[in-house]
């Protein structure tokens, strides 16, 4: 019942951008996008969120849709320690208040 | 120091068991949240709680029960274990729930049933 839908996989060169694509085309105007990844053996870390606008911080960008239906992760130069699951979820401000995950991207990084 | 923790990191135990995992963090915050990932990789949401008080209770067994004596402590006790309930647990934490920013997932707790 997830409600995001990612690519299963996807490889990058190291020092290279990675994009990597969400599609949310149910997404309700209280949802907010959110990011985050899982290293093998660890638990989800945060990457990003944001609702409308685009978002940039220290690990990543966020580039929003403008119908807000799609989304695109932005690693700007992709080490190896990027290497992870990356999770597109959508949390819901109104109503149940949780974060639902989908399948995720398995990302791999070529030295 | 560690933000989230969990103890124990692994759980091996017989069907019909009972056991308990217990989570910790040192954030500050005021919600904490049980998460379970089966073999498959997905990762679902089962408790959440803000200030002691249940906010999130997903359909999962009564077999399973949260506890949380203090804003800083979420625990999971699993009763009667069965083969199903082999899975990773995750623990986080968020500053509110209304507005979610960043969650910190703990290392996770890794059981089998045999």
């Known amino acids: 019942d997830a409600k995001t839908t990612q690519p299963n996989s996807m490889e990058s060169n190291e020092e290279e951008p990675v994009h990597l694509p969400c599609n949310h085309s149910t997404i309700s105007g209280t949802d907010y996008i959110h990011w985050y990844r899982q290293l093998p053996s660890q638990g989800p870390e945060y990457v990003i969120h944001?609702?409308?606008s685009n978002v940039n911080n220290r690990m990543a960008s966020l580039a929003i849709a403008e119908d807000r239906k799609s989304s695109t992760l932005i690693l700007h130069r992709a080490t190896l320690r990027d290497a992870a699951v990356y999770y597109c979820t959508l949390y819901s401000g109104a109503g149940s208040y949780q974060l639902t995950f989908g399948k995720g991207t398995k990302l791999s990084v070529i030295p | 120091d560690t933000a989230v923790s969990q103890t124990p990191k692994y759980l091996v135990t017989q069907m019909g068991n009972d056991k308990s995992i217990k989570c910790e963090q040192n954030?500050?915050?005021?919600?904490m949240y049980w998460y379970k990932q089966d073999s498959k990789k997905f990762l679902k949401i089962m408790f959440s709680?803000?200030?002691?008080?249940?906010?999130i209770n997903e359909t999962v067994p009564n077999r399973f029960s949260p506890k949380s004596p203090d804003k800083a402590h979420l625990n999971l006790h699993i009763n009667s274990l069965e083969l199903g309930d082999s899975a990773v647990y995750f623990c986080?934490?968020?500053?509110?729930?209304?507005?979610?920013?960043?969650?910190?997932f703990g290392p996770g707790t890794r059981l089998t049933v045999t």
């Open positions: 709680y803000n200030n002691k008080e249940l906010i």
């Open positions: 986080a934490s968020s500053q509110g729930w209304r507005t979610l920013g960043e969650q910190y």
């Open positions: 954030l500050g915050h005021d919600t």
């Open positions: 944001g609702l409308t």
